[in-house]
């Protein structure tokens, strides 16, 4: 009766408005006036076209056309189901430390094959920074999405920290520039690998800090929260004192220079 708010009767159990008068709202509803009809031929939706996927003959032409440009043995091959496997480098640009278990072993080839979580062998945990701009690569299929890369990346440097804190970016050079674009969860990296061909300078991936959007700081623990307002209280100070010696040296000058002048006029 307010606000006039017409929707679907499809949509009217999702609908949350903050309503001035809910009492004269609900009494004055009327089917014919704020419901309308469920969607027909008539409504007009805006729906985003999605491009047919390849075909099976399309994307054996794709392979093959992507293995005649490989200068190494890192080939793509078509399974007989359709789906297709590969490798994809991932670039670590962490600026952040990682948290990792403490006092474990490293990882055998027997923990390899049984897919044996070593970090679940322990509760302790430490943080280090890993090596900036380090470079893993991933032998992955058709089907593997970004979210499964990133937990994949995760698991092979034993990091604990949860996935969420982490994205996924391609990155392109094009006119002397470098572009960055995160992907989304449901990405399939190893198709974009197809498309853009083996050139790592055309395409690569990044893995970084997901800094986009609001922090979710539900995904951080009490500790690594502390670690921040230490880092953040440390930072403050190398700051000031910045500052203070800057201004420090600016006032040395000063004085040398009316020491020499003598108290002579400009």
């Known amino acids: ?54 075909s099976l003959q399309e994307i054996k032409e794709r392979i093959d056309k992507y293995n005649t440009k490989v200068t190494n043995c890192l080939l793509m091959k078509l399974n007989e189901d359709g789906t297709y496997t590969g490798f994809i480098k991932v670039h670590l640009k962490l600026r952040r430390p990682v948290t990792v278990p403490a006092g474990i072993r490293p990882q ?5 094959l049984k897919e044996v979580n070593l970090a679940d062998m322990t509760d302790k945990r430490t943080s280090f920074y890993l090596p900036l701009d380090a470079i893993k690569q ?68 990044v893995l970084k800090e997901n800094e986009t959007g609001e922090v ?20 403050e100070k190398d700051k000031i004192q910045q500052v203070q010696k800057k201004y420090e040296k600016f006032k040395q000058r000063l004085q040398q220079t009316l020491k020499e002048a003598g108290g002579k006029p400009g």
């Open 1 to 54: 009766a307010d606000c006039r708010y017409t929707c679907h009767q499809e949509c009217r159990g999702l609908i949350q408005l903050d309503c001035r008068h809910p009492g004269q709202c609900q009494s004055q509803l009327s089917p014919e006036g704020t419901l309308l009809p469920p969607c027909s031929q008539n409504v007009r939706q805006t729906v985003e076209e999605k491009p047919e996927p390849p």
């Open 216 to 235: 979710e700081w539900d995904a951080f623990s009490i500790p690594e929260l502390q670690n921040f307002l230490m880092i953040l209280d440390k930072e």
């Open 108 to 112: 055998s080839i027997y923990d390899a």
């Open 138 to 205: 991933l032998h992955i299929s058709s089907t593997t999405t970004v979210s499964e890369v990133i937990q994949g990346l995760l698991k092979k440097f034993m990091v604990v920290d949860n996935p969420q804190k982490f994205a996924l970016f391609k990155e392109m050079r094009r006119e002397g520039q470098v572009l960055f674009q995160k992907l989304p969860l449901t990405e399939y990296p190893l198709y974009l690998r197809l498309l853009a061909g083996p050139d790592t300078d055309v395409l690569s991936f």
